[in-house]
Nanobody, 114 residues
Framework: QVQLVESGGGLVQPGGSLRLSCAAS????????MGWYRQAPGKERELVAT???????NYAYSVKGRFTISRDNAKNTVYLQMNSLKPEDTAVYYC????????WGKGTLVTISS
C-alpha cells in the first residue's frame, strides 16, 4: 500500500500563496488519479483537485483559477499551488491516490487568517 506524506501547510494571510507537496512511497507513474481533498472544521471532506496519469486535471469550482495541481513522476510527488488564498480555504488538506483502493495521507493544516 502506498504511503502519502503531505507537507507545506501553514498560516498565511488572505491573498497569500502556499504550495503543498505530497510525496509517495512508490512510483506514482501509474497512480490514477491522484489529488487533493480538504476538510474544514465541522464540514465534510471535499474534493479540491485531481490529476490523472495523463495530466488531465479537475478542480472544485471554488478553487478554479486560483489553485493548480501538478505531478512530477520522477520525484513521485504531487503538488498543489494555491494562490489568492481566502479564509474559507482554511482546512486540513489531504493527499489522495487511487491504487486499486483509496489511499490517503494524514493531512496538512492550512490556515488563512490576518
Amino acid at each position: 500500500q502506498v504511503q502519502l506524506v503531505e507537507s507545506g501547510g501553514g498560516l498565511v494571510q488572505p491573498g497569500g500563496s502556499l504550495r503543498l507537496s505530497c510525496a509517495a512511497s512508490i512510483s506514482i507513474f501509474s497512480l490514477n488519479p491522484m489529488g487533493w481533498y480538504r476538510q474544514a472544521p465541522g464540514k465534510e471532506r471535499e474534493l479540491v483537485a485531481t490529476i490523472t496519469s495523463g495530466g488531465h486535471t479537475n478542480y472544485a469550482y471554488s478553487v478554479k483559477g486560483r489553485f493548480t495541481i501538478s505531478r512530477d513522476n520522477a520525484k513521485n510527488t504531487v503538488y498543489l499551488q494555491m494562490n489568492s488564498l481566502k479564509p474559507e480555504d482554511t482546512a486540513v488538506y489531504y493527499c489522495y491516490a487511487y491504487t486499486g483502493m483509496n489511499s490517503w495521507g494524514k493531512g496538512t493544516l492550512v490556515t488563512i487568517s490576518s
